[in-house]
């Protein structure tokens, strides 16, 4: 099975009648994984499509083989790629790479100014946001919006969340900021030697984390 063999693209009307098929494979990998993601209904899901703001993969012969939405946050100023899922048949043909980057481009598109994060215990996502730009963050730098942190109460980790006062969790927090990827012009000071030391330092510290992280879950099958 080859990457050639699906069609992906901005999901629209006629795509709506995939959305309980999309909603409840999205449950049942959360339950394999053994960790939980915020629930959503195929009328949400509907919705996304009929925005414009999610992306679908066909497969040539018409089946649905995966999916991913926008969602807002914080006025626009905050932009999550959320619900990525890939049927069980059509694993391993690297379509969540490219959905990802599918879903990103239409992002950069609709909200060029936006900040881009997800939160994530899967390695296979993590190592797909780097590659778009992405890099590991404290919570503190996402979007404080009450509706956002509201998602989480129905993952099976919140309560972890919440007693660790949601500065963390299991999850693995990841951004993409469009500002750290302009250059910066000639009449604007460049950042001193101490400061990139302290930058490079501080995403150093995350990285490790994240690794020590993904060894504590070894026990854990994660996508």
Known sequence: MEITDFNIIVAGEQHIDFSEQIVNEMEESAKARGTGIAKRSPEYVATKMREG???????????????CYIETWSHGKFVANSGLI???KYRKAGLAKAIKEKIFELSRAKYPDAKIFGLTTGLAVMKINSDLGYEPVTYSELTDDEEFWKGCQSCVNHDILMAKGRKNCLCTAM???????????????????????QKVTHKANLFKRIEEKLKSFKSVSIF
């Open 86 to 88: 890939v049927s069980p």
């Open 53 to 67: 703001k999610s992306v679908i993969a066909l497969h040539k012969d018409g089946s649905w083989a995966g999916f």
């Open 175 to 197: 951004l993409y900021d469009p500002t750290d990827k302009v250059k910066p012009k000639e009449s604007e000071p460049e950042i001193s030697h101490e400061e990139k030391i």
